[in-house]
């Protein structure tokens, strides 16, 4: 499975960023689809999941702010990022929990680098 990442950019506080995540792989049924984010010196963080059947859970500090959405038959999912903070700063990552033998697994994109200037 692999992950493209796309969107990041340089912003000032107050806009608004979309971010795209491409998968090179069929999106099954089981799958959870995420964005994660990792600011400089602190752990990688939620900021939201979304099942393929529509069940949405948001990161804390990004209710009413962000919004997930997907295409499953593209494989694609976006994050809209409005009323960004320049805490907001960090590489997101998209991802794929996916069911396997075993425990379920996790797949990662490359990172996109969002930058909020105050």
């Known amino acids: 499975v692999q992950l493209q990442a796309s969107g990041g950019g340089l912003v000032q506080a107050g806009g608004s960023l979309r971010l795209s995540c491409a998968a090179s792989?069929?999106?099954?049924?089981?799958?959870?689809l995420g964005w994660y984010r990792q600011a400089p010196g602190k752990q990688r963080e939620l900021v939201a999941t979304?099942?393929?059947?529509?069940?949405?859970n948001y990161g804390d500090s990004v209710k009413g702010r962000f919004t997930i959405s997907s295409d499953v038959p593209k494989s694609t999912w976006w994050l809209q990022m409005n009323s960004l903070k320049p805490e907001d700063t960090a590489v997101y990552y998209c991802?794929?929990?996916?069911?396997?033998?075993?425990?379920?697994?996790?797949?990662w994109g490359q990172g996109t680098l969002v930058t909020v200037s105050s």
């Open positions: 792989v069929t999106i099954f049924t089981s799958d959870v």
């Open positions: 979304s099942t393929v059947s529509g069940s949405i």
């Open positions: 991802n794929v929990n996916r069911r396997s033998v075993g425990p379920r697994r996790d797949y």
